[in-house]
């Protein structure tokens, strides 16, 4: 259902450097955005979602599949910011 394969190389990169992560979660992906709310020259979407079950999904999903590739107590240490 996600392909995690740039996020799988941009985190495998990091922490080969001994980078801690800092995941932000606050940009809204346009799949899911309720509204065309942007900020930034780069159009960051900023609305909420417009279904919160399947942003739920999304982060589960995501957070999980960090676990199983990086283990709990790594994913644990890290910063997240929602």
Known sequence: M??????????????????K???????MPSALR?????????????????????WEALITALVRHWEQRYGRAEVASWYFEV
Do not use: G
């Not at 995690?4 to 990169?13: A, E, M, R, T």
């Open 21 to 27: 992560p800092f995941v932000e979660l606050s940009f």
């Open 34 to 54: 309720s509204t065309d709310q942007t900020v930034f020259w780069w159009k960051a979407n900023v609305s909420p979602p417009k279904s919160y079950p399947k």
């Open 2 to 19: 996600y392909n995690w394969q740039y996020i799988d190389k941009l985190y495998d990169f990091l922490l080969s450097i001994k980078v």
